[in-house]
Nanobody, 127 residues
Framework: QVRLVESGGRLVQAGGSLRLSCEAS????????MGWFRQAPGKEREFVAA????????SYADSVRGRFTISRDNAENTGFLQMNSLKTEDTAVYYC????????????????????WGIGTLVTVSS
């Protein structure tokens, strides 16, 4: 099984940028589709972005499309989420997620489709 550890969360001003990283260990990273979810205080965990095991396919939530970019480096066992033009409503704990790369990527847009979770990293966007 794969273990996921996020990093890069911090306080940032609205309009700024931030890059989150998700380091995988314990298994061959390229076996897995990976993605990002987030959970704001008092709200349910929601899908943000996903990328296929090869990096060829991506998917984004409407709320972040055009501002966030998901990518991965299989040689380094690391995934990334580049976040630009941050808004206060992007404030949340961001979780890395993964599932074995079988089946369509859209399975990873649902919480029930996630097989492995990281512990999360907090992103706070101030006005």
């Amino acid at each position: 099984q794969v273990r996921l550890v996020e990093s890069g969360g911090r306080l940032v001003q609205a309009g700024g940028s931030l890059r989150l990283s998700c380091e995988a260990s314990g298994d061959t990273f390229s076996r897995y589709d990976m993605g990002w979810f987030r959970q704001a205080p008092g709200k349910e965990r929601e899908f943000v972005a996903a990328i296929s095991w090869s990096g060829r396919d991506t998917s984004y939530a409407d709320s972040v499309r055009g501002r966030f970019t998901i990518s991965r480096d299989n040689a380094e066992n690391t995934g990334f989420l580049q976040m630009n033009s941050l808004k206060t409503e992007d404030t949340a704990v961001y979780y890395c997620a993964a599932k074995v790369g079988l089946g369509p990527l859209r399975q990873l847009t649902l919480r029930d489709g996630v097989e492995y979770w990281g512990i999360g990293t907090l992103v706070t966007v101030s006005s």
